[in-house]
């Protein structure tokens, strides 16, 4: 839902984001939302004043279905998401957050305003990569299943101290004294990167700097190094290893987790074991209560619909690319026997669809992110719907 929303553009500032934080009076909100209604009323233009109205008064309606507000708050967006200037189609959709939501946030603009609501989907546990040798550093944090690096330090020792007429015990001196400028360099890019914004923090590299580098303990006390790791490299290709290393260190973690999971899938369907893909095939396992694991892409961009004809209760369900979704609702689905317009009884991204099937059946769910080779592979050569079969 977030994710639709967020890619919602209106025609000017017309697209209203009322969020109500949790233990708000319904009827306080409503209050607030009606001066804003009066306010309205100055907009200049007849046509961005009459859908931001419209906008608003669709609000208020959608709040009388509240006697209170849900435990976690309350956000309701509502416009006109019609991209032709001539066309009017106000729309309004209702959610309730993940987490408590503490801010109180009106907002008319040509986006829906998505942004707190994406902080509340994101990973809660990140993680800390450090590949180190005695030439270079690479630190990037590892948040869910996407890797970011975040900075890259080189040790000046090497390129810049020469022998010439130095004594051999002077010209190691000097070597010494840059390293430990180097440690100290990227103890305060961890404490800069990394404090109070990781669960732990893994090091690897090649050879016996990490363990220098660790010895000598040039960071903040506070940082949790959870696992030390051989590499044989320190840049990016460095990072890589760690994760590949640490699967004990972050078991639960989620990247690990997805793509052992996807591994032993695509596993299982080369050997034709007990896994199924693709929509028809994984709904059915779902259903008869086969599947026993189901793997579902977070990045399907496609609209789940089922139609019923009202005459004699006949089904159609529809797999519509998102683009597609508001045509084919506009247009619908006629009746096999009597040619009249079917019903449109559910509508839904098929992700979410997905997801809601299996729970219904108690059956567990991975949701797969696009963001790792693993999961990429998983979207575009299985479709991004999976499962493991009982039997």
Known sequence: MVRKLSKVRGVGTQ????????????????????????????????????????ALERINTTLKHFKKTPPKGLVIFSGNTSPEPSKTDIETFVVEPIYTLKQSIYRCDSSFFTEPLEKMTEATDSYGLVAIEGKEATLAILKGTEVVILDRIHNPAHAKVRKGGQSARRYERLVEEATDR?????????????????????????????????????????????????????????????????????AEQEAIVERQYVQKFITEVA?????????????????????????????????????????????????????????????????PVDENNMELVEDESLTDYIIELSQDHNIRVIVVSKKTNEGLQFLKGFGGIGAFLRY
Do not use: W
């Open 271 to 335: 050997r034709k074991g007990k896994a199924v893909y693709g929509f028809k095939e994984v709904a059915d396992a779902i259903k008869n209560n086969r599947a026993d694991i189901v793997l579902v892409s977070d990045s399907l961009d496609t609209t789940y619909m089922r139609f019923k004809c009202p005459t004699d209760s006949t089904e159609e369900e529809l797999l519509v690319a998102e683009r597609d979704e508001k045509n084919v609702r506009t247009a619908g689905m006629r009746c």
């Open 15 to 54: 697209l209203v984001s009322l969020y109500i934080p949790a233990d708000y009076p319904i009827p306080e909100a409503a209050k607030k939302v009606r001066e804003e209604i009066n306010q309205a009323g100055n907009i200049k233009s007849k046509q961005t004043r009459n859908n931001v109205i419209a």
């Open 182 to 250: 180097y440690y100290k360099k990227v103890g305060e890019a961890m404490d800069k990167h990394f404090l109070g914004k990781v669960k732990g923090i893994i090091v690897g590299g090649p050879g016996p700097a990490k363990e220098y580098f660790l010895k000598m303990e040039p960071f903040n006390y506070q940082h949790k190094i959870i696992g030390v790791v051989d590499t044989g490299y320190a840049d990016e290709n460095g990072i890589h290893e760690i994760l590949q290393k640490a699967d004990e260190l972050l």
